[in-house]
């Protein structure tokens, strides 16, 4: 539910009803706009009806709101959420590159990486120290060493560092060495895991698990979104679908579909939503014409030596063709700026 505040409601009006909302066990999250203040009410709203509200002093409008989130959607919050990341910010009107390796290896390999990363200009370096494998017997990763690496590459390279934690011993770690929490396709339904980095200080990446919907994935940022972490940023990665000419199917599609109900920023992952090296700057492209506020990028010096998804790994000098390519769609797109429509 949404209590839609007049333009005259001064603060004590707002605090009526927060006390209103309180009174029932329940809490308000007030947000104030240049226009309007809107306050949800966050916690179980059944048998709850909007009588209960809409005689309160200056409350011009409430708005039943029928899916499982609230704080992600626009009617709560119309403007998109800019999740600043050092001098990086994310769903603003730059096009935001992350680009880096699947897993930290070797000195050599991740320095090699993040040197051509810097050069492209991009600002977020990926790196995986804990590794959700399919396989027990796969490369898991080197753990937190693989974080102190990742943590040299920021200190060396200026670049700030976005890298997965698969529990909440693991998010105490990406919290000590890193800049962004990952949470996985596979974690992301992981409920206790995205209670604890709604807690964090660090923004969220929030991967699309492999068969979840938007509503699914939504619901999920929501649980961070309710513990007080504002800065949740969406990845789509594929999803599993009956086709097999690629390792997941890159749903594009979800871009504007969020845009138009989410006030999130969304990326893509056209690595690990294609699985082939040969796939990854087309769909890196399109979804930059599809208005994706950025891209997520595998890199690897020496792809068939990988110790993980080697087969979607760009070589560095494709990598950096690819950016120049994204820079033209990207300003190929920008204007007009509005691409959330209808
Ligand atoms: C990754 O980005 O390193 C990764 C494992 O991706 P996903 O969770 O999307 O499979
Ligand atoms: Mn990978």
Redesign the pocket.
């Known amino acids: 539910m949404l209590i839609v505040m007049k333009p005259d409601a001064v603060e004590s009006d707002i605090e009526k009803v927060v006390e209103a909302i309180e009174e029932l066990n329940l809490n308000a999250q007030v947000l104030l706009e240049k226009t309007r203040a809107t306050i949800v009410v966050l916690g179980n709203l059944d048998g709850i009806e909007k009588a209960r509200f809409v005689h309160l002093p200056k409350v011009s409008e409430i708005i039943k709101l029928t899916k499982t989130y609230r704080l992600s959607t626009r009617d709560y919050k119309s403007d998109n959420t800019i999740v600043k990341i050092g001098d990086a910010t994310i769903g603003g009107d730059e096009l935001t590159i992350i680009a880096g390796v699947?897993s930290v290896e070797n000195h050599e390999q991740l320095f090699t990486v993040a040197e051509t990363v810097k050069k492209s200009g991009a600002k977020l370096f990926r790196g995986?120290a804990f590794?959700?494998r399919t396989s027990p017997y796969a490369f898991q990763g080197l753990g937190e060493r693989g974080l102190q690496m990742l943590a040299e590459v920021r200190a060396e390279f200026d670049l700030k560092i976005v890298t997965?934690a698969m529990d909440e011993h693991g998010v105490d770690l990406v919290e000590k060495y890193g800049d962004v929490i990952?949470i996985?396709?596979?974690n992301m339904q992981n409920f206790s895991l995205l209670k604890r980095v709604g807690k964090s200080n660090l923004p969220v990446l929030l991967?699309r698990g492999f068969a979840a919907t938007l509503d699914d994935l939504l619901s999920s940022a929501e649980y961070i979104l309710s513990e007080g972490n504002e800065n949740v940023i969406l990845c789509e990665?594929g999803i599993r679908t009956f086709a097999n000419h690629a390792r997941n199917t890159l749903d594009l599609s979800i871009v504007p579909a969020l845009q138009k109900i989410s006030n999130l920023p969304i990326i893509v992952?056209p690595s690990?939503g294609t699985g082939k090296t040969f796939m990854v700057a087309p769909m890196a492209k399109a979804a930059v014409a599809v208005g994706a506020n950025g891209v997520i990028v595998e890199i690897h010096p020496n792809p068939e030596r990988a110790l993980s998804d080697g087969s979607q790994a760009l070589t560095p000098a494709q990598y950096l063709e690819m950016v120049a390519q994204l820079d033209t769609v990207f300003k190929a797109v920008q204007s007009p700026k509005s691409q959330v429509q209808g």
């Open positions: 699947c995986g590794k959700p997965e990952q996985g396709a596979r991967k990665r992952d690990h």
